[in-house]
């Protein structure tokens, strides 16, 4: 690779990366009081405009939860749903 090619890489890098962080701190509030994962993941995907992919082989996506009562950041909420 040339110069030019590794500076436009590392440039695109660095405007991306702040992206991904940003998103993870954005406040997600489910509703109800016991969902399933499906239905919290389907409920972070709208709040965010997030995509969250998943296995269904090791995730079981029937699991019922219960619901936190505040708002949480979207990382501290997967923490807390897996």
Known sequence: ???KTIFIL???ILFILPI???AQNQKVK???KTISLKIAFDQIEKQTGL????????????????VPSQSLAVNDLMVLLL
Do not use: C, E, P
């Open 1 to 3: 690779m040339n110069k």
């Open 10 to 12: 590392i440039l695109s």
């Open 20 to 22: 991904g962080i940003s």
């Open 30 to 32: 489910l509703t109800g």
């Open 51 to 66: 995509s969250i992919d998943y296995d269904s082989k090791v995730i079981d996506i029937k699991k019922v939860i219960n």
